[in-house]
């Protein structure tokens, strides 16, 4: 639920320089054109395209630029089609504190023969970018540089990691995270400057409350809690937890729906046993925050807020992710099991086994022990991802690539799986993730993600170490 709702634009920016005073290319300017509404189709997939059109000179570059900023484009893609004199696009470039990547390409992929002067007026980029890229270092502005014809998929598979990264930019940018309760006490990993938070990151963070669950759980009704229970049925899932109970957890997860909607919240970071000495509530609230998990509302236990932060990010670069922390080193086969007593996301879970509901054992509160879920993940390349808070108001992503492994669940109420890490020797992986400065949680997602969330760390200018 972002703050404010907009579409993510992608600013095109294309010049080059056609004159007649010295060059007599005046008249492919008309080509030129022609050629910047190419490359804005191209890019069309990826997002919504501003092109204010091929531009020459100084004035031409302000105006490009006064309406990219007026449309408030969330990153700029840069192209020249030939040589251009470096201060014309500076002129816009300059106007932006937003990700800029120059892509360094052209319409052909070879030099034929045939080649004569007006295809090199438009497919000759390559002879200015320099004058670009040293002016960009000269004035300390960050950028990033793809190469690669029109056509390069290997090129446009680049791009798309560099849209998708600027796509998780924006999004924490116009994020809200509330916290709900407190951090765990003494858990040093979990304290943070939150003011930090929004220098570095962008999103802001609000207390809420643990009354404003308590007075929405009192409003909610039998027929709400029931239709919860019901969508649960229709997924498949098998619920063994006795009526009175599945019902007050419902009632619990509606209530947190509620919270989520009314405060506009992007993501939670949540101390989960708040409510186990509360007569009203009385339980752990495990069922409700894997729900809001699964609709893509990242909720972190322990009122952990950068994990809710890297889940954030995992939900734009990979569509889900999960909350995990490390718990036993499985030697003889080199795995980690990984686990977080009930909390996790149930989309991930594997079918072969299903998802049970069942009650918690880690926490009981004087209404007895809440519904919990009880799954493994379903197998696949994986990443593990946590922000390590390094001191100095500095933060650290760290992240690890490897597998999720095919397990039958342990009767734990919890989500869980092994671990196999891509170099395979488990004790060495866990040597490199312990001097990483990792949390002693983390999040998790599918594919091999380390590269691209290194795109979102460096236009973050936060230090990023895989494992």
């Known amino acids: 639920m972002p703050i404010v709702k907009k579409d993510f634009k992608i600013g095109l920016l294309v010049t080059a320089l056609l004159e007649d005073k010295y060059n007599k290319t005046g008249h492919m300017r008309n080509e030129a054109r022609k050629v910047?509404?190419?490359?804005?189709?191209?890019?069309?997939?990826?997002?919504?395209?501003?092109?204010?059109?091929?531009?020459?000179?100084?004035?031409?570059?302000?105006?490009?630029?006064?309406?990219?900023?007026?449309?408030?484009?969330?990153?700029?893609?840069?192209?020249?089609?030939?040589?251009?004199?470096?201060?014309?696009?500076?002129?816009?470039?300059?106007?932006?504190?937003?990700?800029?990547?120059?892509?360094?390409?052209?319409?052909?992929?070879?030099?034929?023969?045939?080649?004569?002067?007006?295809?090199?007026?438009?497919?000759?980029?390559?002879?200015?970018?320099?004058?670009?890229?040293?002016?960009?270092?000269?004035?300390?502005?960050?950028?990033?540089?793809?190469?690669?014809?029109i056509n390069d998929q290997n090129a446009l598979d680049e791009l798309n990691e560099y849209i998708t990264a600027a796509k998780a930019i924006s999004r924490l940018k116009n994020s809200k995270i509330g916290i709900i309760g407190h951090p765990y006490e003494g858990m040093t990993d979990l304290m943070q400057d939150n003011y930090t938070v929004l220098e570095t990151f962008g999103c802001t963070v609000w207390p809420i409350d643990h009354d404003e669950i308590i007075e929405e759980f009192l409003k909610i009704h039998a027929g709400k809690a029931k239709k919860i229970i019901d969508e649960e049925i229709v997924k498949g899932r098998k619920i063994k937890v006795d009526e009175t109970m599945m019902?007050?957890?419902?009632?619990?997860?509606?209530?947190?729906?509620?919270?989520?909607?009314?405060?506009?919240?992007?993501?939670?970071?949540?101390?989960?046993q708040v409510w186990l000495l509360d007569e009203r509530i009385g339980i752990i609230p495990f069922f409700g925050t894997s729900r809001m998990v699964e609709n893509h509302v990242p909720f972190t236990?322990?009122?952990?807020?950068?994990?809710?932060?890297?889940?954030?990010?995992?939900?734009?670069?990979?569509?889900?992710?999960?909350?995990?922390?490390?718990?036993?080193?499985?030697?003889?086969?080199?795995?980690?099991?990984?686990?977080?007593d009930?909390?996790?996301?149930?989309?991930?879970?594997?079918?072969?086994?299903?998802?049970?509901?069942?009650?918690?054992?880690?926490?009981?509160?004087?209404?007895?022990?809440?519904?919990?879920?009880?799954?493994?993940?379903?197998?696949?390349?994986?990443?593990?991802?946590?922000?390590?808070?390094?001191?100095?108001?500095?933060?650290?992503?760290i992240t690890s690539e490897g597998q999720f492994i095919k397990m039958r669940p342990r009767e734990i109420s919890a989500p869980q799986t092994f671990f196999q890490w891509s170099e395979k020797?488990?004790?060495?992986?866990?040597?490199?993730?312990?001097?990483?400065?990792?949390?002693?949680?983390?999040?998790?997602?599918?594919?091999?993600?380390?590269?691209?969330?290194g795109k979102v760390s460096r236009m973050l200018n936060v230090e990023h170490t895989v494992v």
């Open 36 to 149: 910047s509404k190419l490359y804005e189709e191209k890019l069309s997939k990826f997002g919504k395209i501003i092109n204010p059109g091929f531009f020459e000179y100084e004035d031409q570059a302000v105006k490009s630029a006064n309406i990219l900023k007026k449309e408030q484009v969330n990153m700029i893609i840069f192209i020249e089609l030939a040589y251009q004199k470096g201060l014309i696009p500076m002129r816009a470039l300059l106007e932006f504190d937003i990700p800029i990547v120059i892509w360094n390409t052209q319409l052909i992929d070879e030099f034929s023969e045939e080649a004569d002067f007006d295809l090199i007026m438009l497919n000759s980029g390559m002879a200015g970018l320099s004058e670009i890229t040293s002016s960009l270092i000269k004035s300390k502005k960050d950028f990033f540089i793809v190469t690669g014809n």
């Open 247 to 272: 019902m007050r957890s419902a009632k619990l997860a509606s209530a947190l729906e509620k919270v989520v909607h009314n405060n506009n919240l992007d993501a939670v970071a949540e101390f989960d």
């Open 301 to 340: 236990c322990e009122a952990d807020v950068l994990r809710t932060i890297a889940m954030l990010i995992l939900e734009e670069v990979a569509g889900h992710s999960t909350f995990l922390e490390h718990y036993i080193l499985d030697y003889k086969n080199n795995l980690m099991f990984n686990s977080h």
């Open 342 to 397: 009930g909390h996790g996301n149930p989309a991930m879970a594997d079918s072969t086994y299903g998802v049970d509901i069942v009650p918690t054992i880690y926490y009981e509160g004087v209404k007895g022990f809440g519904a919990s879920f009880n799954y493994s993940y379903k197998p696949g390349d994986v990443t593990l991802f946590s922000i390590g808070n390094i001191g100095k108001g500095k933060f650290r992503f």
């Open 425 to 453: 020797d488990i004790k060495e992986f866990a040597k490199k993730w312990l001097l990483s400065a990792p949390s002693h949680h983390h999040t998790a997602a599918y594919g091999k993600l380390s590269n691209i969330i």
